[in-house]
């Protein structure tokens, strides 16, 4: 139900291979390479089963997506193809569960409606995360268009930084958005998987600090924009101390860039802040890995990816949609997931 939660229509199964003059296969299906039904049958049958019933229910009620993330297989490809850090790929999946773990609905969106106007007028804000291969002419005017209108832009690192080629465009990296971030990375760095402390850290505006994640990836800005909201803390000397996040004004809207990726907890928290104006969440910041994505109709699903019971008081008692019976007070199990009421 993971992926239906998730906003999904629907879930394909690879049925079945020929097991005649075909090949033998090796990643399993529902109907085996001698025309045998496999284990997973019966449960594909009985998710079958549930799924025409909530069907209707789940298809009218999209997700509540007050917030876009503009990637996709151009931009994970090209991550794939130039990784610049061994965790570069982790960056876009980070970003969408902390929304997911502050309650905000988020839709993903590839290039191609990132660069329609029309298409982010449904979005209050719009995100970045690990795009590097985003270009085209049409697509900085929207961003800008975006912004101008009262939107929030938050980019993240790996932004707009190479060809569609994976060959590094000039001005910078993020060079082409510099206009509205207000500065241009000059180069990058590696600064390792260090924890937070003395030696290496982002420190915020209220003295907190918190660990780098994506192995310390960190790009270097030309300059500092107006207004910093938080500065790398490390050892050498030409890195301590240069902005690490940025916030710029920029007409009606706002831009904030992240030159570095913050570790979970802190990342979640930041765009709890960045977004409170633009998207209310009822619910406080939720434990690592338990996700929430409110329907338009009201109620919430509630996944916990994790192998661990998780408490979360704030859910307490509420009636669940896919169960007989209301989860166990605070509590939501192991590798569950939960449509719960709102109230």
């Known amino acids: 139900m993971n992926w239906i939660a998730s906003g999904a229509d629907g879930i394909i199964f690879w049925s079945g291979n020929r097991w005649h003059g075909g090949h033998l296969p090796h990643w399993g299906c529902l109907i085996n390479f001698v025309g045998e039904p496999e284990r997973e049958f019966a449960w594909v049958a009985e998710l079958g089963a549930e799924l025409r019933a909530l069907g209707p229910a789940i298809v009218a009620a999209r997700v509540a997506a007050d917030v876009a993330v503009a990637n996709d297989f151009d931009q994970r490809a090209a991550l794939e193809a130039y990784p610049h850090v061994r965790t570069a790929d982790t960056v876009m999946p980070s970003t969408i569960g902390a929304l997911r773990r502050i309650d905000i609905g988020v839709d993903s969106?590839?290039?191609?409606?990132?660069?329609?106007?029309?298409?982010?007028?449904?979005?209050?804000a719009v995100l970045l995360p690990a795009a590097p291969v985003l270009e085209?002419?049409?697509?900085?005017?929207?961003?800008?268009?975006?912004?101008?209108n009262g939107g929030l832009l938050v980019v993240l690192p790996m932004v707009a930084m190479q060809s569609a080629e994976v060959v590094f465009v000039s001005g910078g990296l993020g060079g082409g958005m510099a206009t509205l971030t207000g500065n241009a990375a000059i180069s990058m760095r590696q600064l390792g998987g260090e924890p937070s402390g003395e030696v290496q850290a982002i420190c915020w505006g209220d003295g907190t600090r918190s660990a780098l994640a994506a192995s310390g990836y960190f790009e270097v800005p030309v300059s500092d924009p107006p207004e910093v909201l938080a500065r790398l803390v490390h050892r050498n000397a030409m890195l301590d101390g240069r902005a690490a996040v940025t916030s710029r004004t920029f007409r009606r809207g706002r831009v904030v860039r992240l030159a570095a990726l913050p570790e979970p907890d802190a990342l979640a928290r930041c765009l709890s802040a960045w977004l409170r104006d633009a998207c209310a969440s009822p619910l406080p910041l939720l434990p690592d890995g338990v996700m929430v994505v409110p329907r338009t109709d009201g109620p919430r699903f509630v996944i916990n990816t994790t192998c661990d019971q998780?408490?979360?008081?704030?859910?307490?008692?509420?009636a669940d949609r896919?169960?007989?019976?209301?989860?166990?007070?605070?509590?939501?199990?192991?590798?569950?997931?939960?449509?719960?009421?709102?109230t």
């Open 322 to 342: 896919l169960a007989e019976d209301p989860p166990a007070p605070h509590a939501i199990p192991p590798v569950r997931c939960h449509w719960l009421a709102t």
């Open 136 to 148: 085209g002419d049409a697509v900085c005017p929207t961003r800008e268009a975006f912004v101008a």
């Open 310 to 318: 998780q408490s979360i008081p704030a859910l307490a008692s509420r």
């Open 109 to 124: 969106i590839n290039a191609v409606r990132a660069g329609r106007i029309a298409e982010l007028g449904w979005y209050r």
